[in-house]
C-alpha cells in the first residue's frame, strides 16, 4: 500500500526562524511530489517536483526531492505569522492510472 | 479569472440519505479531482474526472461516483450515507494535460454533516 508520511506532525517557532518540513514516501510507480499550504480553508498549490536534486524556490519557500532516498523537502526562511498553516505532501503514483496519496500534514505555528 | 466553486457550503443528511455536490472549475480548466478529508484519514482522493470520463479513482467504495458535464463541471455523488462519510469534501480544477496540468486549484469545499 502506498505510504506518505511527514515529519514532525506540528512545530512551533518564532517569526523569523528558519523551518525544514520532512516528507517521506513509499509508493509503486512514483510520478511526482506535490506540497499545498492549507489554511483555514482549502489547500492552495506550492510545488509539484519529479526530479532529483532539483529545487524549486518561491519566494522564501523552496524545496527538493530526493529520489533515490525517497523523501522531499520544504525549507521556508524568515518566517512569519502568515505562513502558520498546514503543509501537506502528497505523491502521485502509478501508470495511466495514477493514484494520489496525502500525508497527514505538519500543522506548523508562527509566533510573533 | 473566477476560481473554483462548490455548492452548497454545507449541508446536514441523515444516515441513509444521498445527497449530491456540485463543483465548477476554473474557465478553461478540464480535470476536476474529488477529496475526501476527515480530521482522522486526513486529504483521500476519491476520483478525477477529464473532459467527461473518469480518469482515475482513489479507493473508495461504489457509494461513491461522479460525473462530469460537457461544461467542466462535476458533480459527485454519495449513496446511503453513513455516519463516517461526514467530511470536507473538496473539488480541485486543473488544466488535466500538458505542461503544469498537475498544478490544481481548489475550491471552498462543501461541508457534509451525517446525523
Known amino acids: ?112 | 479569472k473566477a476560481g473554483v466553486t462548490q455548492t452548497p457550503r454545507y449541508l446536514i443528511k441523515t444516515r441513509g440519505q444521498q445527497v449530491t455536490l456540485s463543483c465548477s472549475p476554473i474557465s478553461g480548466h478540464r480535470s476536476v479531482s474529488w477529496y475526501q478529508q476527515t480530521p482522522g484519514q486526513g486529504l483521500q482522493f476519491l476520483f478525477e474526472y477529464f473532459s467527461e470520463t473518469q480518469r482515475n479513482k482513489g479507493n473508495f467504495p461504489g457509494r461513491f461516483s461522479g460525473r462530469q458535464f460537457s461544461n467542466s463541471r462535476s458533480e459527485m455523488n454519495v449513496s446511503t450515507l453513513e455516519l463516517g462519510d461526514s467530511a470536507l469534501y473538496l473539488c480541485a480544477s486543473s488544466v488535466g494535460q500538458g505542461a503544469g496540468s498537475w498544478e490544481q486549484y481548489f475550491g471552498p469545499g462543501t461541508r457534509l454533516t451525517v446525523t
Not at chain 1, 6 to 23: A, M, R, W, Y
Not at chain 1, 32 to 49: D, G, I, N, R, V
Not at chain 1, 84 to 103: E, I, M, Q
Open chain 1, 1 to 112: 500500500e502506498d505510504k506518505v508520511v511527514q515529519s514532525p506532525l506540528s512545530l512551533v517557532v518564532h517569526e523569523g526562524d528558519t523551518v525544514t518540513l520532512n516528507c517521506s514516501y513509499e509508493v509503486t510507480n512514483f510520478r511526482s511530489l506535490l506540497w499545498y499550504k492549507q489554511e483555514k480553508k482549502a489547500p492552495t498549490f506550492l510545488f509539484m517536483l519529479t526530479s532529483s536534486g532539483i529545487e524549486k524556490k518561491s519566494g522564501r519557500l523552496s524545496s527538493i526531492l530526493d529520489k533515490k532516498e525517497l523523501f522531499s523537502i520544504l525549507n521556508i526562511t524568515a518566517t512569519q505569522t502568515g505562513d502558520s498553516a498546514v503543509y501537506l505532501c502528497a505523491v502521485r503514483s502509478g501508470g495511466s492510472n495514477y493514484k494520489l496519496t496525502f500525508g497527514k500534514g505538519t500543522l506548523l505555528t508562527v509566533n510573533p
